[in-house]
T-cell receptor, first 115, second 114 residues
C-alpha cells in the first residue's frame, strides 16, 4: 500500500527553465509534507516543507504547492540549474497517534537539468 | 558536509557475524532515526528514539538491535543477518520527534551480507 506516490520516475529540463515535480498521497492523516534531494552516495538533504494548513511555501528558487482536496503537492524549481540534477523524494508525516514523526517517502523522481 | 556522521561507510559481513553501525550528531537534536533503503526504493523507517528512549519500532526483526547511549549517539547492532538485509542504512536526527520537524540525514552505511 503506497501512501505517497511520485508517478514520474524521471524528468528532464533545460537549464533556466522551470522544473515541476509532482507527488500524490492517499492518507488524509498526513499533515506535514517535505521534499528531499539526494545525490548519489549521499544521504537525503532536506529542501523545503509545508504544513497542511498552508497551500504554498517559498524558499528562494524552490516553491512547494499543496492541494489538500486533491491530495496533491508539487515542487517548483525556478530557474533550474545543472546542480539541481538529483533524485527528489516527496515525504509525508502524520499527526500524533499515527507513528508521530514517521516520514513516509515516495519512490523518487530523477531530475536531470541539461546545460 | 553532513552534520550527521555515520560509520562505517561500507560494511561487508557474513551471516554469523556481529557488527554495529554508528551514528553521531552534535546539533543538540533529541530525536534520532534509523532507516533502511533498498536499491531504487525509498527509505523505510526502522526505529525512532526520542530523548534516548525507543519511541517507534516498525516491526523490525530482532536481529537488528538499536541502542541510544546518549543524546548524540545512536547505534544499530547487527547479528545473524540475512542476504536480504543488504541495503543502505541511513541515520537521521531532528530537533524533536514531531510531524513538523525536518529530519537531517547522514550519508549512510552500505551493508552487504555474504
Amino acid at each position: 500500500d503506497q501512501q505517497v506516490k511520485q508517478n514520474s520516475p524521471s524528468l528532464s529540463v533545460q537549464e533556466g527553465r522551470i522544473s515541476i515535480l509532482n507527488c500524490d498521497y492517499t492518507n488524509s492523516m498526513f499533515d506535514y509534507f517535505l521534499w528531499y534531494k539526494k545525490y548519489p552516495a549521499e544521504g537525503p538533504t532536506f529542501l523545503i516543507s509545508i504544513s497542511s494548513i498552508k497551500d504554498k511555501n517559498e524558499d528562494g528558487r524552490f516553491t512547494v504547492f499543496l492541494n489538500k482536496s486533491a491530495k496533491h503537492l508539487s515542487l517548483h524549481i525556478v530557474p533550474s540549474q545543472p546542480g539541481d540534477s538529483a533524485v527528489y523524494f516527496c515525504a509525508a508525516s502524520g499527526s500524533p497517534g499515527t507513528s508521530y514523526g514517521k516520514l513516509t517517502f515516495g519512490q523518487g523522481t530523477i531530475l536531470t537539468v541539461h546545460p | 558536509d553532513t552534520e550527521v556522521t555515520q560509520t562505517p561507510k561500507h560494511l561487508v559481513m557474513g551471516m554469523t557475524n556481529k557488527k554495529s553501525l554508528k551514528c553521531e550528531q552534535h546539533m543538540g537534536h533529541r530525536a534520532m532515526y534509523w532507516y533502511k533503503q533498498k536499491a531504487k526504493k525509498p527509505p523505510e523507517l526502522m526505529f525512532v528514539y526520542s530523548y534516548e528512549k525507543l519511541s517507534i519500532n516498525e516491526s523490525v526483526p530482532s536481529r537488528f538491535s538499536p541502542e541510544c547511549p546518549n543524546s548524540s549517539l545512536l547505534n544499530l547492532h547487527l547479528h545473524a543477518l540475512q542476504p536480504e538485509d543488504s541495503a543502505l542504512y541511513l541515520c537521521a536526527s531532528s530537533q524533536w520527534q514531531g510531524a513538523d520537524q525536518p529530519q537531517h540525514f547522514g550519508d549512510g552505511t552500505r551493508l552487504s551480507i555474504l
